[in-house]
């Protein structure tokens, strides 16, 4: 392995050990996105925080409306903010007035994926769920299967399938370039790119993070003074880093409700 910058062949072995020996993901590699098993290959960490994640909604939400008030309790005003939020700004601004049954759907899935995105910088669990792809194909096809079923049981599965891939008002020798366009766009790159965009911001996060903290406790662990000064930087780099991920976090959580909004707001649409 060639040295790493500012580091002696020699420092670098010892770096090395002095990681190992520590605990330290070293050299960090892709292995790092895909924790130890806890009880064989169905029960991994990743299995654990999702159930974590499940349990600390449902207390959450049960305790806030176990006793519900006019005057409404801390706890209670949180739960009805985001519900708030999420009918007003999300369902009833993609869908209109057919948002509504919705809603508490789209709030479950947007807490549901706050939390197991924000698993992301809790002190010892330091990564995301969704930062493995697995689980955002999970979300996007609940959402996507959701989409499907809801228009195909409004218009028919006819209609709906006519709607969805056949433009109106187009000269029909266009159809045949048009089709398989809309087809793709309808039935591969929505849910491919809902999945996608949720896994890759998390990915990168998490990398991003990992890097930084890795550096600086390679930094910290050189035999040249400059060189451990310089780790004081990419530990604020972390710390900022993780600040930032936060609000990367709540962002795509509400970037993938508004998409699944959209979607199937279209998919109750008379005309596509």
Known sequence: MPARAGLSSAEDDT????LVAAGLPWPPSVEDFYPPDVAGPWVT?????????????????????????????KGQWMAESVYGLVRDNIAREQM??????????????????????????????????????????????????????????KHGLARYLKQSLILPGVPWPMHFLLI?????????????????????????GHLILLVFTVGGFVMLASDNL??????????????????????VALLQAYVFVTLTANYIGSSLADEH
């Open 15 to 18: 770096v090395s050990g002095q």
């Open 45 to 73: 960490k990743f299995t654990l925080m999702i159930w974590l994640a499940v349990g600390l909604l449902i207390i959450f939400f049960m305790a806030t409306y176990r006793n519900p008030k006019l005057v409404p309790s």
């Open 96 to 153: 209109g007035k057919d948002g509504i049954r919705f809603a508490p759907y789209f709030t479950v899935l947007f807490c549901f994926i706050v939390v197991t995105n924000l698993f992301g910088v809790v002190p010892g669990l330091q990564i995301s769920p969704n930062s493995h792809i697995a689980f955002p194909i999970v979300l996007a096809l609940v959402s996507y299967v959701m989409y499907l079923y809801i228009g195909a049981r």
């Open 180 to 204: 398989p366009i809309e087809f793709l766009q309808t039935f591969v790159v929505r849910p491919v790119t809902l999945a996608v965009r949720l896994f890759a911001n998390m990915f990168a």
């Open 226 to 247: 400059f060189v451990q000064i310089s780790s004081l930087a990419a530990f604020l780099m972390a710390i900022v880093m993780a600040f930032f991920e936060v609000l």
